[in-house]
């Protein structure tokens, strides 16, 4: 079974910067998957709840982990209480499955509500989110992160031991430029070769094939790096809020449909049987 002293030696194989990746992690048994971005505010927590949700209702067993540690933004979209258990864990307060939220095969590890201690702490917080995944990665199916934003070399240490990344691109040129120097660092720093891509408010077909040639053509040309394209999710034209709404909605809906084919296509590639086959019900 993985440990804490696995990852320990992972990372100490890593030069002292984690600017470099020499070796490859072991084989775990649960798929990690970073959702990830180079700019904010595309989505990011919806897409990584809703798979997390739809990966649990077909039978796997999930868990989320909120990686934007002092901010409490999946508590606050699924309506249930904030908390500051990440810090109590890393302050050794509460132990790991006391500070895990279950509602049945999701399982969910949140940020704190804007915590001072958390913020002023020395600890290396993306060495928690690791020796996280040392514990718990024979215990789940898929441990889904969701990842910050940006290119803070935190952010690249977690998305760099992930098996999969999901980099979520909306229809804005910031959010294009970003994700890709996002994935061109990866590649060069870390030696990643393989990203999935989702784009999320798509308005229309003309504009999801543009950016999809776009970055995808960017990607080929300049690194050595694959683009493997998830599909679309359609926008909605009234508000954010109404967005939320109806992707959350497990009825049968635009979005909802959309977003099913997406999980789809991700878990018919990585081929994982789910623990309980009686619960699947979306396809």
């Known amino acids: 079974m993985a440990s804490e002293m696995d990852v320990q030696n992972w990372l100490i194989s890593q030069n002292s910067s984690y600017e470099q990746f020499c070796s490859k992690k072991q084989k775990r048994k649960a798929s990690t998957v970073a959702i990830t971005s180079g700019k904010g505010g595309v989505g990011k927590t919806t897409i990584s709840l809703k798979m997390s949700k739809v990966l649990s209702q077909m039978g796997y067993k999930v868990l989320l982990i909120d990686c934007d540690y002092n901010l409490s933004n999946t508590v606050v979209k699924l309506g249930i209480p904030v908390n500051n258990n990440f810090f109590k864990y890393i302050n050794k307060e509460k132990s790991l499955d006391d500070c895990i939220y279950k ?5 969910l590890i949140s940020g704190c509500n804007g915590s001072i201690d958390l913020f002023n702490t020395a600890v ?31 952010n690249l240490i977690i998305n760099a031991y992930c098996d999969y990344r999901i980099v979520v691109v909306v229809p804005d040129k910031s959010s294009i430029t970003d994700s890709y120097s996002l994935i ?100």
């Open 103 to 107: 509602d049945g095969n999701f399982h």
């Open 124 to 154: 290396k917080l993306e060495n928690s989110i690791l020796e996280i995944l040392g514990t718990k990665e024979r215990d789940y199916d898929y441990i889904l992160l969701d990842s910050p934003a940006g290119i803070s070399k935190e």
């Open 184 to 283: 061109k660092i990866l590649n060069l720093n870390h030696g990643i070769h393989s990203n999935h891509l989702l784009l999320n408010k798509i308005a229309n077909k003309k504009q999801y094939n543009k950016i999809v040639k776009s970055l995808g053509d960017t990607v080929q040309n300049f690194i050595d790096c694959r683009l493997k394209i998830l599909g679309g999710i359609p926008a909605e034209k009234n508000s954010s809020e109404l967005f939320e709404e109806k992707i959350f909605n497990t009825e049968k809906n635009k979005l909802h449909e959309k977003f099913c084919n997406v999980i789809k296509k991700f878990t018919d590639e990585g081929a994982i049987m789910p623990r309980n086959l009686g619960r699947q019900k979306f396809f």
